[in-house]
């Protein structure tokens, strides 16, 4: 259990760092594999941090655990599909105009 905790705020930490550009250094490329890795950790930590929840309400409720557990496992997969790529609206702006997604930034012509 704390395992999964510690996981999931490591890489929440990670993503949300990665999500606002506070913290650039993971970039190396910006097309292919390892271009969103950045932004697949804060999925990654979503679904250790579901997936952690599942464990601790599997005692409580059955039902609640398979759900939790499905989301968890939903979160992995978008965490997976993104060390790869990640569709356009789970970018944030400042990477887009970084890989010249977006010519002109929203507001700016």
Do not use: Q
């Amino acid at each position: 259990m704390s395992a999964g905790f510690v996981g999931a705020v490591i890489f929440l930490a990670w993503g949300v760092l990665s999500y606002t550009g506070t913290w650039k250094g993971w970039i190396r490329v910006r097309r292919g594999y390892g271009s969103t890795i950045g932004f697949a950790s804060l999925w990654l930590g979503l679904s250790f941090a579901v997936a952690t929840g599942a464990f601790l309400m599997e005692p409580l409720s059955r039902p609640s655990f398979f759900v939790l557990s499905g989301l968890a496992a939903g979160l992995l997969i978008v965490a997976i599909v993104g060390f790869f790529w990640l569709p356009r609206f789970l970018l944030p702006e400042w990477f887009r105009v970084l890989r010249e997604d977006d010519v002109h930034p929203r507001g700016h012509a």
